[in-house]
């Protein structure tokens, strides 16, 4: 498995605001994937991010709302800009080692906005 | 898209009882399938995999079965344990590297 980290555990944020959630993984990954746990409910990927590519997005997630970076094997993070109560959820990093699929996810970060 | 979802959203079971927690899906083309565990606070920790090939794959005291026929997957939990409560996912992909998520079931040990 990886040690995988993210920035900050938690927030809360007003409406209107943008929030950059940051993930850091211990060893160089190709793959890395956003998801949003809405509060009670199961994951829903927002995008996939390789290294040296433009964001993959899910149907529903758009890069204006979630624009995501990738500037090396080990770091991404993912914004949630122009933020409304509806963006309140669990927002997750994962990162998938090896070629079989496996993917580890990192602690989440918990978002409120008011 | 894929449709993961659970028979069951809560189980209750005795300590040191088994546990058997199920999942269909509805994506024939569906070839690898995950178990993942949450627990509070937490993100999802990695339990146990199976790809289409095979129909059971055992760990330390979990078993995943696997039924194509009728898209089914199970989680069965050995002498359970009160830290195995916890949220139980299981995701399927179809090779691309995107998983998908059930609803997700809450198991609680009875000590």
């Known amino acids: ?114 | 898209g894929e449709s993961v979802g659970l028979h069951l959203p809560t189980l209750s079971v005795q300590e040191g009882d088994n546990s058997i927690i199920n999942c269909a899906y509805s994506n024939s083309a569906s070839d690898y399938f995950i178990w993942y565990k949450q627990e509070s606070g937490k993100g999802p920790q990695f339990i146990i995999d199976i790809r289409s090939n095979m129909d059971k794959r055992q760990g330390q005291r979990v078993t995943v079965l696997l039924n194509k026929t009728v898209k089914h997957l199970s989680l069965q939990i050995a002498a359970t344990q009160p830290g195995d409560s916890a949220v139980y996912f299981c995701a399927e992909s179809s090779g691309a590297n995107n998983l998908f998520f059930g609803t997700g079931t809450r198991l609680t040990v009875i000590p």
Do not use: H
């Open chain 1, 1 to 114: 498995s990886a040690v995988i980290s993210q920035k900050p555990s938690r927030d809360i944020c007003q409406r209107g605001t943008s929030l950059t959630i940051q993930c850091q993984v211990d060893s160089q990954v190709t793959m890395m994937f956003w998801y949003r746990q809405q509060p009670g409910q199961s994951l829903t990927l927002i995008a996939t991010a390789n290294q040296g590519s433009e964001a993959t997005y899910e149907s529903g997630f758009v890069i204006d709302k979630f624009p995501i970076s990738r500037p090396n094997l080990t770091f991404s993070t993912l914004t949630v800009s122009n933020m409304s109560p509806e963006d309140s959820s669990i927002y997750l990093c994962s990162v998938e080692l090896g070629t079989g699929g496996e993917q580890y996810f990192g602690p989440g970060t918990r978002l409120t906005v008011t």
